[in-house]
T-cell receptor, first 113, second 109 residues
Framework: EPEVTQTPSHQVTQMGQEVILRCVPISNHLYFYWYRQILGQKVEFLVSFYNNEISEKSEIFDDQFSVERPDGSNFTLKIRSTKLEDSAMYFC???????????FGSGTRLTVV | EDQVTQSPEALRLQEGESSSLNCSYTVSGLRGLFWYRQDPGKGPEFLFTLYSAGEEKEKERLKATLTKKESFLHITAPKPEDSATYLCAVLYNNNDMRFGAGTRLTVKP
């Protein structure tokens, strides 16, 4: 059973619509992350979340994006007013902190049409 | 600006033909260097963490090494199932991880 489950696996949305991507870690972890990977490009950091608040965010993570941990288990990424260039794989990752490898989910493929 | 650069972009090997992948970095305050494997349509899968120059880690046909400026992922006698994209990533002091663009490895039988 994967440690990190992401839903949906694939989401198609109309340009301008809002989407919510979900991440459910199996066990309690301290740190949560969202990364994205545009097709054929590198994995890019979006945001890190620690102790129920954003600890760091990249220049990509502008006002269009928000993250929440609404019920203590799910970790969500909301993208408002989606644009064509938001089409990418979005990965959730978890860690226990310190210099340990992150565990990534299988990703959500977002397609904006 | 802190950077993580991987080379080559793509590598094609015959089964059994050993080679090395390179990751060079210019990062201040390195907390760790990571190697991941990524299969198409999947998330990165953790392979190794290296913390200090001179450190080496091994797993099956893979061995990762670290110097002050670069890391190598050595692949000994690869098999077709080793075909994947190998990603290098650096952990910053603020606990954020930044990735290189990856090396796409193809091992032909």
């Amino acid at each position: 059973e994967p440690e990190v489950t992401q839903t949906p696996s694939h989401q198609v949305t109309q340009m301008g619509q809002e989407v919510i991507l979900r991440c459910v870690p199996i066990s309690n972890h301290l740190y949560f992350y969202w990364y994205r990977q545009i097709l054929g490009q590198k994995v890019e950091f979006l945001v890190s979340f620690y102790n129920n608040e954003i600890s760091e965010k990249s220049e990509i993570f502008d006002d269009q994006f928000s993250v929440e941990r609404p019920d203590g288990s799910n970790f969500t990424l909301k993208i408002r007013s989606t644009k064509l260039e938001d089409s990418a794989m979005y990965f959730c990752a978890i860690s226990t902190g310190g210099s340990y490898g992150y565990t990534f989910g299988s990703g959500t493929r977002l397609t904006v049409v | 600006e802190d950077q993580v650069t991987q080379s080559p972009e793509a590598l094609r090997l015959q089964e059994g033909e050993s080679s090395s992948l390179n990751c060079s970095y210019t990062v201040s305050g390195l907390r760790g260097l990571f190697w991941y494997r990524q299969d198409p349509g999947k998330g990165p899968e953790f392979l190794f963490t290296l913390y200090s120059a001179g450190e080496e880690k091994e797993k099956e046909r893979l061995k990762a090494t670290l110097t002050k400026k670069e890391s190598f992922l050595h692949i000994t006698a690869p098999k077709p199932e080793d075909s994947a994209t190998y990603l290098c990533a650096v952990l910053y002091n603020n606990n954020d991880m930044r990735f290189g663009a990856g090396t796409r490895l193809t091992v032909k039988p």
